[in-house]
C-alpha cells in the first residue's frame, strides 16, 4: 500500500492555515484567529492549540503568553543582525538612522503582530508630511520597515509582512544641469589659475566622482604610460557603535567603478606640478597634513569657494557661467562625449559603467542643432 500524499499548503504565502474560534468580541460573534505553518496543517494546528491554552492561563492567572516581542525588540535585533554585513555608511543612512530616529519612536513596544498594512501606510504619510521629507527618504524608512517585518516573518513571529502590497511613490528625478561645451571650455581654462583648481579639472575632464577624486593617492598616477588609476573612494558615515561620524576609505561601490583612465599629456603635467609642490602627500586632494581629506571639507572649503571665484570671474565680463554641484561635473562630461559621438563603450569603461542602456537614459542629452543638422541634411 502506498504512503498517503502529503497534504499541500493552503493559503497563498505556501504556508499551511488552520483557522480556529478563539472567542468571542463585544456583540457576541465569535473571534477567528489564524495560525501557521510552513511545515504541515498538523503543526499550526499545534500552534492554535498552544495559543488557545495560553490564553485560559491568561483569564484564569493574567499572565499572557501568547503576546509577541514589541517592534522595537524586534527592529534592535534586527539591526545588531544588520550591521557588519554592508558598509556603514549604507547601515547608517538606509536602516540605523530610520529606525532608532523614527520607526522605534513611533511604534515602540507595540506588539509586532499587531502592526496592520493600514499602520504602516499611515506611518509613511505623516512622517512625510511632518518632516518634509522627499519621496527617497521615505522609500528608505520603507525599505527598514519591509526587513525588519520581513525579518519577522522568516522566524515565525509574524503571519504575514504588512509592507507587502504597499505601492511607493516613484522618486521624483532632479533635473541635473550641464555646461556647454563652450562653458566647460572656460571652467577648465580657469582651473589652471585657481588653488583648488586641479580637482575640479580632473573630474569635469574625466567624469570622475568626489569620493574618487579624495581616495586617489600618487601611487595611483601612472606618469609614464599617462594613466590614472580609481582604486577606491572615500565617504563619511556614522559609526554605529559610537555615534561619531567617521572617514571611510575603501573599494568602489562595485567592481566596474576600479578602472584605469588614460589621460593626456596636459593633465599628466599638472599631476606633475601638484606632486612637486606637495612632495610629502600622499593623496593628490589632501588636507594641509598630506592626508586624505574629507568629502564635506573638500566640499565646503575647496569646491565651493571654487565654484564663487570662478562665476564671479567670469560675471564681471557678462558672461553667467552657472556654479554646478560635483556630480554635475560628471554629468556633463558625460553628455558632453556621448554628443560628441564618442564610442559609448569607452566612455562606460572611463565612467565606470556597465550598462549602455542606462548610459543613454541617463546622461545622453540631445543637442538639438546636432539632430537639426541631421535630418535636414539632403
Known sequence: MGRPK???PNHASGMYEVKVTIGHDFDGKLIRKSFYSNISK????AKAEEYKINQAVYERTGENFNKTPSFKKIALE??????????????????YSPATKFLIPYFGEREISNIRKNDIELYLKKTKQKN?????????????????????????????????????ASPQKSTKRTYTAEECSMVLEYCRYHKYGLGVFLML??????????????DDVDFKDNLLEINRGVVEAKNPDTGKTELIIGAPKNHFRQRIIPIDAATVQRLEEQHANAPDSKYIISNKNGMVCSPSTWHER????????????????????????????????????VN????????ASVMGWADLKMLRK?????????????????
Open 302 to 337: 575647496h569646491y565651493k569657494q571654487f565654484m564663487k571665484d570662478m562665476h564671479a570671474y567670469h560675471d564681471q565680463y557678462g558672461i553667467d557661467v552657472p556654479e554646478l554641484n560635483p556630480h554635475e561635473l560628471r554629468h556633463t562630461r558625460t553628455s558632453l562625449w
Open 340 to 347: 560628441d559621438d564618442v564610442n559609448l563603450y569607452a566612455v
Open 205 to 218: 575632464s574625466y567624469g570622475i566622482s568626489r569620493s574618487e577624486l579624495l581616495g586617489i593617492t600618487w
Open 78 to 95: 534586527f539591526l545588531d543582525i544588520k550591521k557588519g554585513t554592508i558598509k556603514n555608511s549604507t547601515y547608517d543612512f538606509t536602516y
Open 42 to 45: 498538523a503543526d499550526a494546528r
Open 132 to 168: 518634509g521629507f522627499s519621496d527617497e527618504t521615505i522609500r528608505k524608512h520603507y525599505i527598514c520597515l519591509n526587513q525588519i517585518f520581513k525579518n519577522a516573518y522568516e522566524n515565525g513571529l509574524i503571519s504575514r509582512n504588512p509592507c507587502e502590497g504597499i505601492k511607493m
Open 362 to 378: 541617463r546622461y545622453a542629452h540631445p543637442d538639438t542643432e546636432k539632430i537639426r543638422a541631421a535630418i535636414t541634411q539632403k
Open 6 to 8: 502529503k497534504e499541500q
